[in-house]
């Protein structure tokens, strides 16, 4: 899951990211609203993190121009203690959650699950394929009634694969949504993790995760 940070306390936001990776998410910072939008809109993120008040366009004006461009990307504002009034317009114009600064980590963090795990029993709770099970939430990984140790990055994109079966996922998307703005895009890194994701699926590249030369990667969406 790829995060986006735009919050101009640099630091804050600095620390945020940093806390962030440690918890397995991608995340990247932008430090004024107009550097925010335009990363949001060039990059494709699974969630916002988004502080009102910014130099350059301000954050509720964000919120409402994303919220019609982009309807699935999920955010969560973070408002300044003293201006209930923000919290209730952020709301109005689509924010997902809310924090008053200032917070502790670990309320961001489960925040962050409470609305992952939200907008996915939308769409099914747990991944399936196969015997293979994924649970988002929790972030485990089931090969029948073994339970699978896979870094970050192997569960990112089994994770992205799992949620678009049957479609084939190029290389770049998976880097796009797997990986932070400081993963280098030349690199060979994609295949590398998926051959070790592989190794653990114990997979020859038909079983799971199948190639489709030139175009990219597939999981089967027929069990
Ligand atoms: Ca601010």
């Known amino acids: 899951m790829r995060i986006l940070i735009i919050e101009d306390e640099i630091d804050l936001a600095n620390l945020l990211a940093q806390g962030l990776r440690r918890e397995g998410y991608a995340a990247d910072v932008a430090s004024d609203g107009n550097e925010g939008y335009a990363c949001a809109t060039i990059n494709d993120y699974d969630l916002l993190i988004l502080d009102l008040n910014l130099p350059g366009i301000d954050g509720l004006e964000i919120c409402r121009r994303l919220r019609t461009s982009h309807p699935r990307l999920l955010i969560l504002m973070l408002t300044a203690r003293g201006r209930p009034g923000d919290k209730i317009t952020g709301l109005d114009l ?25 907008d996915l029993q939308v769409r099914s709770p747990l991944l399936e394929c196969g015997d293979l099970k994924l649970d988002p939430a929790s972030k485990t990984v089931w090969l029948g009634k073994r339970r699978l140790q896979l870094t ?41 993790h998926l051959y070790s994701l592989r190794q653990k699926l114990g997979d020859d590249g038909t ?17």
Do not use: C, N
């Not at 924010?95 to 917070?103: E, N, S």
């Not at 980590?105 to 609305?115: K, Q, S, Y």
């Not at 030369?213 to 089967?220: E, K, N, T």
């Open 94 to 118: 689509g924010a997902d959650d809310y924090l008053v600064k200032p917070f502790d980590f670990g309320e961001l963090t489960a925040r962050i699950r409470a609305l992952f795990r939200r």
């Open 207 to 223: 079983r799971y995760i199948q190639t489709v030369i030139g175009q990219g990667y597939r999981i089967s969406s027929s069990s």
């Open 152 to 192: 970050r990055k192997e569960f990112g994109i089994l994770e992205y694969l799992m949620r678009h079966p049957g479609e084939v996922i190029s290389q770049e998307e998976l880097l796009e949504h797997v990986w932070d703005a400081e993963a280098d895009p030349f690199t060979t890194t994609v295949k590398v």
